[in-house]
């Protein structure tokens, strides 16, 4: 397994949509692993392909993991990953998680979203599964899809908010002091 860079924003990348996986083969399982590498070194909760420049519709997640984190304590890992993913039911009720982002390093905002979803996907096998998931994990594949079609999450800001977090990595890659 391979750590590989996460690229940040201002990188265009980010906003560029993902293609679609046409075979799940052992570069792509490679590719996965590679994945799930930067995630846990990070750490973070979830990646996304494009985020290692590589835009494909690949994502990882382990959800338990800040769990862990915030508990103190070892809780098993629980790696998934989805290639493919499609949300293709959303509940009614929206639930509000805190969210950060490994593109967008040290910012975090309170995110409205479904607090149920089912997502349907091919896993690292290349079967076809359907998840339904709620909680944080409901938060991080919507957050993961997201990235996939180009999306990120400061885009659910106030534009105002928004402009003012990208302003600041802009200036932070151009080498300027940030206010
Ligand atoms: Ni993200």
């Known amino acids: 397994m391979t750590k590989r860079p996460i690229i940040t924003l201002p990188d265009p990348l980010l906003r560029k949509p993902s293609t679609p996986v046409e075979r799940v083969d052992e570069e792509l399982r490679i590719l996965i692993d590679d994945m799930f590498?930067?995630?846990y070194d990070a750490p973070g909760i979830g990646l996304a392909g494009v985020q290692i420049a590589v835009p494909r519709r690949v994502i990882v997640m382990d959800a338990s993991y800040r769990s862990a984190d915030e508990e103190g304590g070892e809780a098993p890992k629980e790696p998934i990953?989805?290639?493919?993913?499609?949300?293709?039911?959303?509940?009614?009720?929206?639930?509000?998680?805190?969210?950060?982002c490994l593109s967008i390093p040290e910012f975090y905002a309170e995110i409205e979203r479904p607090g149920q979803i089912t997502v349907r996907y091919l896993d690292a096998e290349g079967k076809q599964r359907e998840r339904e998931c709620e909680g944080i994990l409901a938060?991080?594949?919507?957050?993961?899809?997201?990235?996939?079609?180009?999306?990120?999450?400061?885009?659910?800001?106030?534009?105002?908010?928004?402009?003012?977090?990208?302003?600041?990595?802009?200036?932070?890659?151009k080498g300027e002091p940030v206010a």
């Open 37 to 39: 590498e930067t995630m």
């Open 81 to 100: 990953a989805m290639i493919n993913p499609e949300i293709v039911a959303r509940g009614d009720e929206l639930r509000a998680h805190e969210e950060g």
């Open 139 to 173: 938060t991080v594949v919507q957050h993961e899809v997201d990235h996939l079609d180009g999306k990120l999450f400061i885009d659910y800001l106030s534009r105002l908010k928004r402009d003012r977090v990208i302003k600041k990595f802009v200036k932070a890659a």
